[in-house]
């Protein structure tokens, strides 16, 4: 029996048992009074299957599939009035059909995180088609004194005011067609935010890699007057100097935001991107929700990334680029081309069934790929998600790309999720 069919029987023996299972409870572990300690533990099985363009030096395997399986134990508490705490342990099984061409991005990368002293993960068992790991991704202490709240530890930041990209997303991203953004990779820092007036705020964060220079420090000064808000970033990540704005508002039944950040880099940029040390990122975005049935929300968003390659025939050469494809990996870039076009909407159908899409499209090269997605969830403790990645545009040539997604396999997604 191959990887994938494999993969497909275990998913569905899981998807009977679970359906059949009692609703979820909270585990509550210790209560007294505002004190308390839970855990919450999650369990994912995902199916990935891919038909990529017939092209062998990027895609050994046309046909392809990957498993993966993830057990996540999520402890969080406040045993003192004005101190909480969170630890998060995973385990993640990844078995494939064959290694892996052109990374697509929709499972999370199995690479390190940034912004970690130690990144705190380990092998468990490893093949040539297969791998299993487990990593310690949260491990924080947060003290709560009114104006001021400081976090320690392994945690997750996000910052800025887009949907699906972010000009001021310093802290370990998201990449644009990930499925499963439930938990953002948490990094090793130290957060503080303090309210300043009633309208006003400040965050600083640093966030520590295993030297200075692949640490990061930032902060933020965030302020709003009736439906206007808007933050001031100022920082230094990994040797680059940065400088962003950010703000939204809301336009009658509509809503609308933006980002802007400037970066000086310590050094100039591979020629594929450009080749300078002066690089803009922006986002330009909007929102609306139709009254159609329960409601229908539209996100539209426009991405420009002074990181991304020019020309998708430079994609590869780029790439290979050391210092370049750390910045990749780090998520720097968060799209691989400098401009995209992102169209998403959600409606929901009944409380158990939600569908909605997400389209990407290059104003580049008109290449893209369209995502419908649909969930189930049979009770509280389970969903069963199915997403489709229809790309389309020019195909690669050997090593040398024709366009920003035409490269990109035609793939199908299932996922099912436990929770307790």
Same mark, same amino acid.
């Given at each position: 029996m191959s990887v994938g069919a494999r993969a497909g029987r275990l998913l569905l023996i899981a998807a009977a048992l679970a359906a059949s299972g009692p609703p979820a409870q909270a585990r509550e572990l210790w209560s007294e009074g505002d004190r308390s300690i839970a855990l919450l533990t999650a369990l994912k099985s995902t199916l990935l299957v891919t038909n990529a363009p017939t092209d062998p030096e990027l895609y050994p395997e046309e046909v392809g599939a990957e498993g993966l399986w993830?057990?996540?134990?999520? #402890?969080?508490?406040?045993? =003192?009035?004005?101190?909480?705490?969170?630890?998060?342990?995973?385990?993640?099984?990844?078995?494939?059909?064959?290694?892996?061409?052109?990374?697509?991005?929709?499972?999370?990368?199995?690479?390190?995180?940034?912004? $970690?002293?130690? *990144?705190? @993960? %380990?092998?468990?068992? *490893?093949?040539?088609? /297969? !791998? =299993?790991? !487990?990593?310690?991704? $949260?491990?924080?202490?947060?003290?709560?004194?009114?104006?001021?709240?400081?976090?320690?530890?392994? !945690?997750?930041?996000?910052?800025?005011?887009?949907?699906?990209?972010?000009?001021?997303?310093?802290?370990?991203?998201?990449?644009? /067609?990930?499925?499963?953004?439930?938990?953002?990779?948490?990094? @090793?820092?130290?957060?503080?935010?303090?309210?300043?007036?009633?309208?006003?705020?400040?965050?600083?964060?640093?966030?520590?890699?295993?030297?200075? +220079?692949?640490?990061?420090?930032? +902060? $933020?000064?965030?302020?709003?007057?009736?439906?206007?808000?808007?933050? #001031?970033?100022?920082? %230094? $990540?990994? !040797?680059? /100097?940065?400088?962003?704005?950010t703000t939204s508002a809301r336009l009658g039944g509509a809503a609308a935001h933006a980002e802007l950040a400037y970066f000086r880099l310590p050094a100039p940029l591979p020629p594929g991107a450009g080749g300078g040390r002066d690089v803009l990122k922006a986002v330009l975005g909007a929102s609306y929700s139709f009254q159609v049935g329960n409601g229908l929300p539209v996100w539209l968003e426009y991405h420009y990334s002074g990181f991304g390659v020019k020309e998708p025939e430079q994609v590869i050469p780029t790439l290979a680029d050391p210092a370049y494809l750390k910045r990749y990996l780090r998520g720097d870039t968060q799209i691989i081309g400098q401009h995209v076009i992102a169209l998403t909407a959600?409606?929901?159908?009944?409380?158990?069934?939600?569908?909605?899409? /997400?389209?990407?499209?290059?104003?580049? @090269?008109?290449?893209g790929v369209v995502a419908p997605n649909a969930t189930w969830r049979p009770s509280d403790r389970v969903s069963l998600q199915a997403i489709l990645y229809v790309p389309w545009g020019a195909k690669p040539t050997g090593l040398a790309l024709a366009s920003v997604y035409g490269a990109l396999p035609l793939s199908g997604y299932v996922q099912l999720a436990i929770f307790d």
């Amino acid at each position: 029996m191959s990887v994938g069919a494999r993969a497909g029987r275990l998913l569905l023996i899981a998807a009977a048992l679970a359906a059949s299972g009692p609703p979820a409870q909270a585990r509550e572990l210790w209560s007294e009074g505002d004190r308390s300690i839970a855990l919450l533990t999650a369990l994912k099985s995902t199916l990935l299957v891919t038909n990529a363009p017939t092209d062998p030096e990027l895609y050994p395997e046309e046909v392809g599939a990957e498993g993966l399986w993830r057990l996540r134990l999520d #402890l969080t508490g406040t045993p =003192w009035t004005p101190i909480s705490f969170g630890a998060a342990y995973e385990q993640r099984l990844v078995v494939a059909s064959s290694a892996a061409g052109l990374v697509s991005g929709i499972l999370p990368r199995n690479t390190p995180a940034p912004y $970690r002293i130690w *990144q705190l @993960d %380990w092998s468990i068992a *490893q093949a040539p088609n /297969l !791998q =299993w790991s !487990q990593e310690i991704d $949260r491990a924080y202490v947060a003290l709560h004194l009114a104006p001021a709240e400081i976090t320690v530890g392994r !945690q997750a930041i996000g910052w800025g005011r887009a949907v699906l990209f972010g000009a001021v997303d310093l802290f370990s991203p998201f990449n644009a /067609l990930e499925a499963d953004r439930e938990w953002r990779r948490g990094v @090793d820092a130290v957060r503080v935010d303090v309210r300043l007036a009633e309208r006003f705020s400040t965050e600083v964060v640093g966030a520590f890699g295993p030297d200075i +220079g692949n640490s990061c420090f930032a +902060g $933020r000064l965030r302020g709003f007057a009736g439906d206007v808000d808007g933050e #001031l970033v100022l920082g %230094w $990540r990994a !040797q680059d /100097l940065l400088a962003g704005f950010t703000t939204s508002a809301r336009l009658g039944g509509a809503a609308a935001h933006a980002e802007l950040a400037y970066f000086r880099l310590p050094a100039p940029l591979p020629p594929g991107a450009g080749g300078g040390r002066d690089v803009l990122k922006a986002v330009l975005g909007a929102s609306y929700s139709f009254q159609v049935g329960n409601g229908l929300p539209v996100w539209l968003e426009y991405h420009y990334s002074g990181f991304g390659v020019k020309e998708p025939e430079q994609v590869i050469p780029t790439l290979a680029d050391p210092a370049y494809l750390k910045r990749y990996l780090r998520g720097d870039t968060q799209i691989i081309g400098q401009h995209v076009i992102a169209l998403t909407a959600n409606y929901e159908a009944s409380p158990e069934v939600t569908v909605g899409g /997400l389209a990407l499209v290059s104003p580049v @090269d008109g290449s893209g790929v369209v995502a419908p997605n649909a969930t189930w969830r049979p009770s509280d403790r389970v969903s069963l998600q199915a997403i489709l990645y229809v790309p389309w545009g020019a195909k690669p040539t050997g090593l040398a790309l024709a366009s920003v997604y035409g490269a990109l396999p035609l793939s199908g997604y299932v996922q099912l999720a436990i929770f307790d």
